[in-house]
């Protein structure tokens, strides 16, 4: 097994990573953490995949556990779902002991921390993330939130879990489609602060297919500790921590304009990662060979994205409207070699626009847009 311990002032949790690891490792940390209840918060379709799997695995604990299950997908990560959970809670007579375990994917983990960072103002809780994308990404580091229909988690809080166990052998019934999404944020994490983790990347890049859980293992490993050394020096994300935004101003742009329906969020990071080493190669930040060696990795994982015709005055609102309301420029994140990123501000959106002219000319295999 292999420990990552992510260690905010005054507080350190710490992030179990292995095969067959959640028995005893969340046993353990129930047991520590002092509680009396536990109450599980999951989804339908991992209740059916793994049916009471987390009480079983506390049996032993004599601790009661109970299972709030709620509906599956990012269009149920929204107020009226969290307070299932809060309901749930108050007719379980949950109180401030109460420990709160959020078995799932990032969307799972995202809603029961807030659930957690809310109820009676503040409980405990614990992760335990199954897809890929919340093993290397969305289960550290303690952003919590849900969806308001104006915007992708505008609805939140900083929580950070008490611990946080990443059981690799869920990774085996996640949908090919999910494991190549996560995948992305992974080959984020190398790009921007690891140039290690980017070459071991390269050297298993069919670590995918067939899965080589040792890999992906070490691997999520290294991605864990990149998060987590940022997360330690800027929790509330005032500066370096908006370099884990890599790619993200046209993904988030990629989801928004394709009302979150057509590709999944690490499939639309993929392609904004494109992008955003375009732009850094544009602007003579990034040199010739680096950045044909970051695409030429990136491309046969890419899925083609292909958005509803787009003019200057779409663009410009929707990458605006990525939470920086404040400013008429947004701060885009560049990268200057493998492992060296940087904050770009009052980057301006009419040079973003023609650079992502010249972007879809050039890689149609990345991204195309409709009647343009
Ligand atoms: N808090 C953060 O720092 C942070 C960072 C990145 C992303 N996020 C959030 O994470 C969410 C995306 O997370 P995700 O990609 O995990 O999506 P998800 O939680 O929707 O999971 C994807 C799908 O896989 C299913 N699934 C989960 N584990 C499985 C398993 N082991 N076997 C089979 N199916 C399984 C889920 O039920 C779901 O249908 C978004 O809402 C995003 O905003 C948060
Ligand atoms: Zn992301």
């Not at 991992?46 to 109970?66: A, G, M």
């Not at 691997?219 to 908006?242: F, P, T």
Request: aromatic share 10%.
């Amino acid at each position: 097994m292999k420990t990552v311990v992510v260690k905010i002032p005054g507080y350190e949790y710490s992030i179990a990573i292995g095969s067959q690891i959640l028995s005893q490792n969340l046993s353990e940390a129930v047991l520590k953490s002092g509680t009396d209840f536990v109450i599980v918060v999951t989804n339908s379709s991992l209740h059916k995949l793994y049916p009471n799997h987390v009480p079983l695995c506390l049996e032993k604990t004599r601790i009661p556990v109970e299972t709030c299950i709620l509906p599956d997908g990012e269009q149920y990560k929204n107020l009226e779902t969290l307070n299932q959970i809060y309901n749930f809670l108050l007719e379980k007579r949950a109180n401030r002991k109460t420990l709160l375990i959020a078995f799932g994917g990032g969307v799972l983990g995202d809603m029961t921390g807030f659930a957690a960072a809310t109820y009676m103002r503040g409980i405990d809780y614990i992760q335990i993330p199954t897809t890929l994308l919340s093993q290397v990404d969305s289960s550290i580091g303690g952003k919590t939130a849900v969806n308001h229909p104006l915007g992708k988690n505008m609805i939140g809080a900083f929580k950070q879990p008490i611990f946080v166990c990443m059981e690799s052998d869920f990774l085996k019934t996640l949908p090919p489609r999910e494991l190549k999404a996560g995948f992305f944020e992974l080959i984020k994490h190398g790009i921007i602060h690891d140039s290690s983790l980017f070459s071991f990347l390269r050297e298993h890049s069919g670590a995918l297919d067939p899965l080589n859980l040792s890999v992906l293992e070490q691997a999520i490993e290294s991605s864990c500790q990149v998060k987590a050394r940022i997360v330690e020096k800027d929790e509330k994300e005032k500066g370096l921590r908006a370099t884990l935004n890599f790619g993200h101003t046209l993904g988030h742009l990629i989801e928004t304009h394709t009302n979150y329906s057509s590709y999944l969020h690490g499939e639309a990071v993929g392609v904004g990662m494109v992008f955003a080493a375009f732009v850094s190669y544009e602007l003579k930040y990034l040199t010739e060979p680096t950045f044909q060696q970051i695409i030429s990795f990136l491309k046969p994982f890419i899925t083609p994205v292909v958005l509803p015709s787009l003019n200057f005055e779409a663009f410009q609102e929707l990458i605006m409207h990525d939470k920086k309301f404040e400013k008429d420029s947004v701060n885009f994140i560049m990268i200057s070699g493998i492992g060296q990123s940087f904050i770009q501000e009052d980057t301006s959106p009419k040079l973003l626009w023609r650079i992502f002219k010249k972007f879809i000319e050039s890689y149609p295999w990345a991204c195309q847009v409709q009647n343009n």
